[in-house]
């Protein structure tokens, strides 16, 4: 089977570019002496996870308890459950675990923390940390930290933050202050609880910009990464990776072409890319994804979708690049924004070695 073969839009993965990639990033942390938990929230599948643990302890990092559940069946246990609790969770987390997990999960609230360490079964809790993003998580010199702690009592295992403010980080100097700052926030947090008497063996960190960009982690235990396996265009200019980087892509038809006007429209539009325009405050804006050719070559210079319907995506041609020649039923693949929520719209990848090949089919999770 080959690309010519499969049903469009459909997402495709260029496995030796998800291994390179995967290998850079594992050599960034070995290069730290820090493990690596890989985040799988983009991923959802057990044959990428498999690769991005090779070489490492075996812990992952999910964002829902599907996740869990679903990466626990396939036989991994040490999961961080990375996004924080709420009551009605915390049975399914428990029961998790006594299905035979090592779940940890995360809180900022002490009213949670009294709910986690009043349940039945032990779940070991990592105190959320802001130190910039000011999307969830208390300061590292917050009194509350303190009374979290206490709140839990032995259910406390660390600390852990999420520098997702560095995407919004105009260089890569920017993004190893954003760095610095996200270590040197936890590692006070966790300081300030060894002080009060409060073990923290876990100080955890991590998003793929500042994970490739620090200096220093010193004082961390583990750090979380994920974006990183895939890639995509925003990434690609924030310096976390190449744009040849990109691992997955879109791979759509030619549904309307007009050589004349100029005008070339696609069967992939919001649903299948997602309208996540990220890349609009960055130095180079690509609209809703980069068109490529079958082979994932720039041959159409920059084109991009310009305009996103629910099933439609209009290309605005590249005025330094002709146009080519596209008839009805051309295949041309597109490489997204934002790779996690591009992917979210997929069931599956179709595994290439780099060619037109499909050397394999690997399902992905969906849902809550």
């Known amino acids: 089977m080959t690309l010519d073969d499969l049903p469009t839009p459909c997402l495709v993965l260029d496995r030796p570019v998800l291994l390179r990639n995967i290998a850079a990033m594992a050599e960034t942390a070995a290069r730290h002496g820090v493990p690596l938990r890989p985040h799988l929230k983009t991923a959802k599948s057990i044959e990428v996870a498999r690769l991005a643990l090779a070489g490492q302890p075996g812990g992952i990092t999910v964002s829902t308890l599907a996740e869990a559940e679903y990466f626990l069946g396939c036989g ?10 709420t009551p009605q969770k915390l049975d399914l987390a428990a029961a998790l675990n006594g299905a035979g997990a090592d779940i940890m999960v995360v809180t900022d609230d002490a009213d949670m923390a009294g709910m986690i360490a009043a349940h039945p ?4 809790t990592l105190i959320e940390i802001d130190t ?3 999307r969830s998580g208390v300061d590292p010199e917050d009194r509350r930290l303190l009374e979290i702690a206490a709140m839990l009592g032995a259910r406390r295992a660390g600390v852990m933050t999420h520098a997702g403010h560095s995407y919004a980080a105009s260089g890569v100097e920017a993004i190893r202050a954003i760095a610095e700052a996200e270590r040197a926030g936890v590692v006070r947090a966790a300081e300030r609880l060894r002080q009060a008497g409060h073990p923290a063996p876990v100080v955890s960190l991590g ?3 500042t994970l490739r960009h620090a200096a220093s982690l010193a004082g961390v235990s583990e750090v979380r990464a994920g ?3 895939f890639g995509d265009l925003f990434q690609a200019q924030l310096g976390t990776h190449g744009i040849d980087d990109i691992a997955v892509t879109v791979l759509a038809s030619v ?6 006007g100029g005008r070339l429209v696609l069967d992939a539009g919001a649903l299948a890319l997602s309208k996540d325009r990220s890349t609009a405050g960055a130095p180079k804006d690509y609209g809703y994804g980069l068109v490529l050719d079958l082979q994932g070559r720039r041959s159409l210079g920059d084109a991009v979708i310009g305009r996103a319907y629910q099933e439609h995506g209009v290309v605005t041609p590249d005025p330094a690049w002709k146009l080519p020649a596209l008839a009805v039923g051309t295949r041309l693949r597109i490489a997204p924004n934002h790779c996690c929520l591009t992917a979210a719209a997929h069931d599956r990848y179709h595994v290439t070695d780099g060619g037109e090949e499909v050397v394999a089919i690997w399902t992905r999770l969906n849902g809550w």
């Open 121 to 124: 079964v032990a779940l070991r």
């Open 255 to 260: 549904i309307g072409s007009d050589r004349v």
């Open 207 to 209: 998003s793929s910009p």
């Open 227 to 229: 974006v990183y396996m």
């Open 132 to 134: 910039g993003e000011g």
């Open 76 to 85: 991994l246990t040490d999961i961080l459950y990375a996004v924080a609790i």
